[in-house]
């Protein structure tokens, strides 16, 4: 199985900052990483697959990058919204496996 | 709209078998995939397994010898078996729907449903 690693764990930001998480596999992946904002008492939400394309909706704020074993997510100019946990998971093969997640905290 | 929403007791005790329904609507599961994700509390996600629009399936190798997932298309439900619980098993259960070329990730989440295993 493909090992997902994510980093950092936590992170705090202020409201207006840029933030950037990183994802790594243990082999190549190559493009199909998506990436998923979990918030408690909402449904899990789709934000990026395909290692840079947004679904439907997800503001324009966010970005995906990285090819290979090595991805960024990067949210620019924090809204009140974006803070919760946010998650990588691999598409490229079965079994889809997951990051360990990131918590992204209001400082 | 598509929404996904999980169904089952809240409580298993160990040993005893778990059963999960999750009915869909705004889709078919003709022609759509549906997996299941768990998630142990504090903890992160875990796949579980796929039922594909066809009926096929494809289990999570740790999990494959107790685990069952089946559908009811008629009835737009997908309905998930797992025997020989154990406290290790305590999670929330979501059902997860597949984007529509079958890419493996997952475009619309039900809200989840918590199962505690205890006696």
Known sequence: DVQMTQSPSNLAASPGESVSINCKASKSISKYLAWYQQKPGKANKLLIYSGSTLQSGTPSRFSGSGSGTDFTLTIRNLEPEDFGLYYCQQHNEYPPTFGGGTKLELK | ?119
């Open chain 2, 1 to 119: 709209q598509v929404q996904l929403k999980e169904s089952g007791p809240g409580l298993v005790q160990p040993s005893q078998t778990l059963s999960l329904t999750c009915t869909v609507a705004g889709f078919s599961l003709t022609s759509y995939n549906v997996h299941w994700v768990r998630q142990p509390p504090g903890k992160g996600l875990e796949w579980m397994g796929v039922i594909w629009n066809t009926g096929g399936t494809r289990y999570n190798s740790a999990l494959k010898s107790r685990l069952s997932i089946s559908k009811d298309t008629s009835k737009s439900q997908v309905f998930l078996k797992m025997n020989s619980l154990q406290t290790e098993d305590t999670a929330t259960y979501y059902c997860a729907r597949d984007n529509y070329g079958g890419y493996r990730y997952f475009d619309f989440w039900g809200p989840g449903t918590m199962v505690t295993v205890s006696s």
